[in-house]
C-alpha cells in the first residue's frame, strides 16, 4: 500500500537554466551525444562532467568536459570500435582530480558480449585506465553496473555493482548471481562477493541498480535491490529494495527496506552514518501500473516509509531515482517522469520540507528523443543542486542548476524583416551585481536553444551579433545571458524576422511600416 504524505508542486522554475555540454557542432544521424553523464563540482563551484558518445557503427567515445569560468573545456579519456559504454560515474578528489568507472561492452550485439568494469583517473594530465572486474564471453557471466561510485575521505574508491551468471548442471541451466564490491589499495583492486544466490531467489537485481556511499569510518553503505522470479509460469515475480554495509571487517545480515515492488534504489548517509534511501515502487495497474518514488530512512531501528510521489495516470510513470543530502542533511531526489503513451519525459527534482516534499521541474517544457538516462545530482558548498541527464541525441548532456544570473537581456534590436542568405545584425544588453563579466547566447530559430554564445564582455555594455537565413519564414529570435559560474537570466522578449521568398526592396524602414500595418489592420474590411 502506499502511504499519504502532502505534496506541494511548485512549477515556477523561473530560477532553473540548462545547457547542453558536448553537443554536435552540426546535425549528424545515428550520433548520440552525451549519454550516461554524471556531474560533480569541483572547489571553485564550477561543474565537470563525464559522458560518452555513441556514433555510427557503434564506435564509442568516453569524455570529460569541465567548466573554466570562461568557456568548457574537453577531454577524451577512452575509445573503443564496435562497443557501447555505460554507467559513466564521477568524482572528484580533494585537488579536483577526475576519477571516473565506468561499464565497456565490446561487440554488444551479440548475446554474451565480453564486457570490463573500467576506472579511469587523471595523473600528470594524462589519463590512466584500469580494469576493475571482467566478464569474458565464454563464461557465460554478465556484469551490471548503474553507477555504484563514491570516493572515501580517504580518496580511496569503493565500486558496488552485480553479476550474474548461467551455470548448467546437467540438462538445467540456473542462475548464479552476486553483489560485488570492489576497493583498491595503492596498486591493486580487491573484489569481494558480499551476497550471492543459486537458482531463482536473486539477491541482486539483474538489471544492477546497485548504489553505494561511505561512513565517517570509509565503510561502505550499499543498497540494492533483490528479486524474487518464483515459479516460471507464475507471474509473481517479486523485487524488493535491500541494505547491506560493512562494519570493520564483517559484513552484517542484509535488511529488507521496503518489501514492496523495487525498481530501482539510492543511498545517501547523512552527517551521522544514518542512511537514506530513496526507491522506485510500481504496481500493476488495469491498464499500465502505477509507480511511486518514496524516501526510506531510519527510526528506532525500524524502517520508515514517505511518499515522494505517486503517479496513477494511464502511461504516465515515474523513472530512475538518486538522493543526495545538503549540508544539514536534508533530503533532495531527482528523477524521471514519462508523460503518456508517447513517452514525453521531464526532469522532476523533490526537496524534503518539514513533513512534505516540494516538487518542480526544473524545465518544463516536453522534449521529444529524450533519452531518459538516469539523472545524477551534487550539491556545490553553498547547496545549490546541480543536475545532470542524458539529453537530445544530437544536442549533449543536459546540464541544469538554479544558480542566480544576469538580469533578463532587452529584447534583441534589428530588422524585422530581410531577404534570404543576407546577414542581419542584432543587438543587446544585460546587467548583473555580481563581480562577473556576461556571456549572450542566441537563439535563432525560436526553439529556446542556444545556436551561438558570444564573447564575454562587461555588464551593460551593448553586444551584437549578425545572423543570415537561407530559407524562407518567420524566425523568432531571443537571447540569454550568463555569468562566469554558469548562472543564467531568463530569455529575453522575442524579436520575429521575415524572410519572405523573394528579395525585397533595400529600403527596410518603409518595408518595416507597411508590415506593421498588415500585421495590426489585416482584419479590417475595406
Known amino acids: 500500500s502506499t502511504s499519504n504524505i502532502n505534496v506541494t508542486t511548485n512549477n515556477d522554475s523561473s530560477n532553473w537554466s540548462f545547457e547542453y555540454v558536448g553537443g554536435a557542432s552540426e546535425i549528424e544521424n545515428n550520433r548520440f551525444i552525451g549519454r550516461f553523464p554524471d556531474v560533480a563540482i569541483d572547489s571553485k563551484g564550477y561543474p565537470c562532467v563525464a559522458y560518452d558518445d555513441l556514433f555510427s557503427g557503434n564506435f564509442v567515445n568516453l569524455m570529460y568536459t569541465y567548466w573554466t569560468g570562461r568557456e568548457w573545456k574537453y577531454e577524451l579519456i577512452d575509445t573503443a570500435a564496435d562497443s557501447h559504454i555505460y554507467g559513466v560515474s564521477l568524482q572528484l578528489d580533494k585537488n579536483d582530480k577526475p576519477h571516473i568507472v565506468y561499464e565497456k561492452r565490446l561487440n554488444p550485439t551479440f548475446t554474451h558480449h565480453p564486457i570490463s568494469l573500467c576506472y579511469a583517473k587523471k595523473i600528470n594530465n594524462n589519463w590512466k585506465i584500469e580494469t576493475i572486474d571482467t566478464a569474458p564471453t565464454e563464461t557465460n557471466k554478465e556484469l551490471f553496473w548503474s553507477g555504484g561510485f563514491v570516493l572515501g575521505s580517504n580518496e580511496k574508491p569503493h565500486v558496488a555493482y552485480s553479476a550474474l551468471r548461467w551455470i548448467k548442471n546437467n540438462d538445467d541451466y540456473f542462475w548464479y548471481c552476486e553483489l560485488i564490491y570492489a576497493t583498491k589499495s595503492s596498486t591493486t583492486w580487491t573484489v569481494e562477493t558480499v551476497e550471492e544466490a543459486y537458482e531463482h531467489d536473486h539477491p541482486i537485481g539483474d538489471t544492477g541498480y546497485v548504489s553505494i556511499d561511505v561512513d565517517s569510518k570509509n565503510n561502505p553503505h550499499i543498497v540494492y535491490y533483490g528479486e524474487d522470479l518464483g515459479e516460471p509460469e507464475a507471474g509473481d515475480d517479486k523485487k524488493y529494495a535491500k541494505y547491506i554495509k560493512k562494519d570493520g571487517q564483517q559484513w552484517t545480515p542484509p535488511e529488507i527496506v521496503t518489501d514492496n515492488v523495487v525498481e530501482a534504489a539510492s543511498i545517501a548517509l547523512d552527517s551521522s552514518d544514518n542512511p537514506h534511501i530513496v526507491a522506485l515502487e510500481w504496481e500493476t495497474a488495469i491498464n499500465w501500473v502505477n509507480t511511486a518514488v518514496t524516501y526510506n530512512y531510519k527510526l528506532d531501528n525500524q524502517w520508515k516509509r514517505q511518499v515522494v510521489e505517486y503517479e496513477t495516470k494511464d502511461w504516465d510513470s515515474l523513472d530512475d531515482c538518486e538522493i543526495v543530502l545538503n549540508s544539514k542533511n536534508n533530503p533532495y531526489v531527482v ?192
Open 335 to 526: 528523477y524521471t517522469y514519462f508523460k503518456g503513451r508517447e513517452r514525453q519525459s521531464y526532469l522532476k527534482c523533490a526537496e524534503k520540507n518539514g513533513q512534505t516534499w516540494d516538487i518542480e521541474i526544473p524545465i518544463p517544457i516536453e522534449i521529444d528523443d529524450w533519452y531518459g538516462d538516469k539523472p545524477n545530482v551534487v550539491f556545490d558548498k553553498n547547496d545549490n543542486p546541480h543536475i545532470c541527464n542524458g539529453g537530445l541525441k544530437t544536442r549533449g548532456a543536459a546540464y541544469y542548476n538554479n544558480l542566480p544570473g544576469p538580469d533578463k537581456p532587452q529584447k534583441p534590436q534589428g530588422p524585422i524583416i530581410g531577404n534570404p542568405g543576407t546577414k542581419y545584425t542584432f543587438t543587446t544588453k544585460s546587467d548583473t551585481s555580481q563581480n562577473s563579466q556576461i556571456q549572450y547566447g542566441w537563439d535563432w530559430d525560436g526553439d529556446y536553444y542556444v545556436d551561438e554564445w558570444s564573447e564575454w564582455t562587461d555588464p551593460g555594455e551593448t553586444i551584437s551579433a549578425s545572423k543570415s537565413w537561407p530559407m524562407s519564414g518567420t524566425y523568432k529570435v531571443r537571447v540569454i545571458a550568463k555569468t562566469q559560474n554558469c548562472g543564467k537570466s531568463e530569455w529575453s522578449d522575442t524579436l520575429s524576422i521575415t524572410i519572405p521568398r523573394n528579395r525585397i526592396i533595400n529600403n527596410l524602414s518603409i518595408v518595416q511600416i507597411l508590415i506593421y500595418i498588415f500585421h495590426h489592420y489585416k482584419n479590417l474590411v475595406f
